[in-house]
């Protein structure tokens, strides 16, 4: 006997493609946005400074740049504020790491004057 079935399944609005089982969807305008399209065609927003991007805030390019909606103005806020905060560390780590080479150089120069006290 033949049957005929209906599947349902996602395809992704870019490529086309079905077999990827990793699917974002644009927060505005729905679209299904398959894992290797999602760098190219869209942004992937955090949810929290600390954290890695987990499909939580994702946008298409367009939708990106034309939503103005709370939420999609809370995630560009918080993007803004990890941005921030990488700056912040980057130039704390600067700074930090001149700091530690004077203090190693100096210690060097204590303890070789100390030697040299011994010494006489």
Avoid: I, P, W
Avoid at 59 to 83: G, P, V
């Amino acid at each position: 006997m033949k049957a005929t079935k209906t599947v349902e399944y996602r395809q992704c609005d870019f490529c086309r493609s079905d077999s990827d089982s990793c699917f974002h969807k644009c927060l505005s305008c729905g679209k299904d946005v398959c894992y290797s399209c999602k760098d190219k065609v869209g942004v992937e927003y955090r949810r929290a400074v600390s954290v890695s991007g987990s499909g939580d805030g994702f946008y298409c390019h367009d939708c990106d740049e034309k939503d103005t909606s709370e939420l999609h103005t809370a995630y560009q806020q918080m993007r803004s504020l990890t941005r921030e905060s990488e700056g912040f560390y980057t130039d704390f780590r600067k700074r930090s790491e001149v700091a530690e080479k004077k203090v190693k150089q100096l210690r060097n120069e204590y303890d070789r004057q100390q030697k040299q006290k011994e010494q006489s």
